[in-house]
């Protein structure tokens, strides 16, 4: 490398997705990911190499879990506007877009406890309602986690840390969220749809 | 992304220009003196070093498990060890060796070396790095206090259900292994996240890929592996806890579970996790080895091919542990198949080496003594390992001690014999020391021919058919004479490790006369002092191939480097970020400083977990808030770290 290569001027600290935190946070969708992958892996083993049917009937409605689908893809939108702000250093739309994020999150929670409650079966009844259990919970568990990393950002935001090129931590919160979001996608396709393609 | 606001022309300095620059840096990067100072450190040479210590103690603590195992089957029918007390043995002896030892050491290899190979200041996450040290101790030590209790975990290291479930493992012992697999997972996937990006982005300006040193590429496409396959093994002993504390049934023989599951989950984790703790040291000893052979490696793109090739076949290989539990036909063709594949990567790293030695001069030292052997026993390993990939042959060599054979002829083999070369070889860097030659000789001899004596007989015991994981044999089979062999020489694997105790020892005591480079070696860490100093590198080096230490006399140099002209980055703990694909300077980094956080919130984990060994729920409710408060500490954005609007220069 020539000795001109190095006369550049460089941008000083976490800018953009140069910052290390934005690397790191795609390892650790990475390893999430793998994490549902087994955790799927685990439920279609389940269901295709047990005696009988695996899923009970009923099979899950979507009276329910539609709309909290539509809400939590919603709200990849808000938290994609609000991160967009950022760059044009709009503190009130930032705040607006993770507020907005974190209530349609929020309520999104507030229906699956909605749908565990009226489930008719318990935690341990059967492996399906084990498994069921877990597979939501631990998604529900990531939301939860992204609605505390959403409320810091929005701290963070109210002090006034974030303008148009320091605001790292929030373009790492709002990829989780997304991640979070799209794992729901297949978790939902995984438990909601497939029983009705015949995998039961 | 960026404007002009936030952007610096960095100081570009020559050594010589800058006297004042070396001692600038060591304050800025200097850890305090004192306890606060030593728990807070960030450094990643000094956790380097902490990794490898605690490794080698995990390593003498399961070789002294071993040695009692071994007393137990000197003879036929002895009741030195109850068959529990046995049955815990062998269980922590696996664990220890597997988990506690096997990778954890070469991850103290890696940090160690890691930026000092690659021309950077520090890894890219120092403070991440503290913490997985301290959660790899403290998992380790939360795994160990089960002896405390009177409960190690006693289902041998793979666990399988329904055996490890509630009904037949009722007391708290395999609650321990659960809880501390997934305890010590955190510190295995943080310390490969870190590993992955700092490859990524922390190399030395013109460090592109293919001139990445081999050990890079192992580690590299390791920690991938790590980031795809601890989720599995994760989530397989949270099941595993799930069905013993709540009464699921996931993997009980009844009641719907799926006992097999287990094994899946198990081993999608396990058999690349045998590539993971020996992909590693491949590359420590693809890397020093040429040295000593003064010679640039053969096949450098081959051998970092292959090592890419192996850790992605490692991924489609895992039923092969489990032909013997009746899968469908085809799939034990395919398992076999694909075991049969990997063997060729494999051996082109093994011809690598071996045409390295034919056409180099090598310098016949204990790490060279070391090398050769990890290279025999690697064959032999290799060999009894394409035997038992097909499926006809492993059904009758299953759970026999032709396994345990060639398990440990490839983990002690292509891990611990390359793992104790590269410490004669790295030992200088270090320490400042250099290990005693004449003792290392001794060491090496005498744990090489330990080893062969322990374990060549096992592939006989394990023909003859004598099962593994049983606490004695009766005497009619003619088991004993195998046995006793196998004994005396695990006996003396036992002496020859202790050698090497006593050599680090004694060159412990003498003083730091080492020299820079004392390999004649051509990559960045010979470059700076033994030990190097707390910043590493006083400028940032530039490099322009792959040995930039040798290029003055190899006659097909492809550049020059410059190590002593370069970005001074001495405002405070600076560090070069450079591109992923081309490594151009990219970003100046604000690094940390040490910080208490890494261990303090390990010392909540570890509350956590032991709330939930003993179901004490409340305080498991209370820690997780603890543990989201040191989180947010530990992340909230700093200023002096450029993270906030405020620019850091005032």
Known sequence: MSETALQRSLPLGSTGHKAGGWFGV??????????????????YYFALWGKGDFVPSPLPKFGLSLPDTAILLFSSATVWWGERAARKSSRRQM????????????????????????????????????????????????????????????????????????????????????????????????????????VR | MSTAEHDIQPRTVSLADDPGLPERLRRAWETAPGLVGWISSVDHKSIGRRYIVTAFAFLLLGGLEALIIRLQLAHADQHFVTPEQYDQLFSMHGITMIFLYALPVLSGFSNFLFPLVLGARDMAFPRLNAFSYWVYLASGLFMYASFLAGAAPDDGWFNYAPNALRPYSPGPNMDFYALGMIFLGVSTT???????????????PGMTFARMPILVWGTFSASAGIL?????????????????????????????????????????????????????AMGLVSDALPILCRRPIVGYGLVAGATVATMMIGFGVWAHHMFATGLPAIASAYFSAASFIIAVPSAVATFAWIATIWSGRPRINTAFLYFVGFIVMFVIGGVSGVVTAAAPADLQLTDTYFVVAHVHYVLIGINLFGVLGG???????????????????????????????????????????????????????????????????????????????????????????????????????????????????????????????????????????????????????????????????????????????????????????TALLVQAWWVGAVSVAGLLVCTLVWLWPQRRLAQTAEPPHV
């Open chain 1, 26 to 43: 795609m390892t650790l969708i990475v390893t999430e990911a793998s994490l549902f992958l087994y955790l799927l892996f685990s439920y």
């Open chain 1, 95 to 198: 705040a607006l877009g993770l507020l907005a994020t974190i209530v349609l999150g929020a309520v999104f929670v507030g229906i699956q406890l909605v749908e565990w409650s009226q489930k008719p079966f318990h935690f341990n009844q059967s492996t399906y309602s084990a498994l069921y259990f877990t597979v939501t919970g631990f998604h529900l568990a990531h939301v939860v986690a992204g609605l505390i990393i959403l409320a810091a950002l929005l701290v963070w935001d109210w002090l006034g840390y974030f303008d148009k090129d320091r605001h790292v931590s929030l373009a790492i919160g709002a990829t989780y969220w997304h991640f979070v979001d799209v794992v729901w996608l297949a978790v939902f396709f995984t438990i909601y749809v497939t029983p009705y393609l015949g």
């Open chain 2, 190 to 204: 943080v310390g490969a996240a870190n590993f992955v990006v700092t490859v990524l982005r922390m190399r030395a």
């Open chain 2, 228 to 280: 795809l396959a601890v989720p599995a093994v994760s989530l397989a002993f949270f099941l595993l806890w799930l069905d013993r504390s709540f009464g699921t049934h996931f993997f009980s023989g009844t009641e719907g579970g799926q006992p097999l599951l287990w094994q899946h989950l198990f081993w999608i984790f396990a058999h690349p996790w045998v590539y993971i703790i020996v992909l590693p």
């Open chain 2, 423 to 609: 410490l004669y070889f790295w030992f200088p860097k270090m320490t400042g020391r250099l290990l005693g030659e004449r003792l290392g000789h001794w060491n090496f001899w005498i744990t090489f021919v330990g080893f062969n004596a322990a374990f060549m007989p096992m592939h006989l015991t394990g023909l003859m058919g004598m099962p593994r994981r049983v606490y004695t044999y009766p005497a009619d089979p003619g088991l004993d004479l195998v046995n006793l062999i196998s004994t005396l020489g695990s006996d003396l694997l036992g002496v020859g490790i202790l050698l090497l105790v006593v050599n680090v020892w004694l060159s412990l005591k003498k003083p730091k006369t080492a020299p820079d480079n004392p390999w004649d070696a051509p990559t960045l860490e010979w470059a700076v002092a033994s030990p190097p100093p707390p910043y590493n590198f006083a400028v940032i080096p530039t490099v322009a191939s792959r040995h930039p230490l040798w290029e003055a006399h190899m006659s097909n140099r492809s550049g020059v480097s410059v190590l002593d002209r370069g970005f001074a980055l001495d405002d405070g703990k600076e560090a070069l970020a450079t591109t992923v694909l081309e490594a151009r300077p990219d970003l100046v980094l604000k690094m940390p400083n040490d910080s208490p956080w890494p261990f303090l919130l390990t010392l909540v984990m570890s509350v956590f977990f």
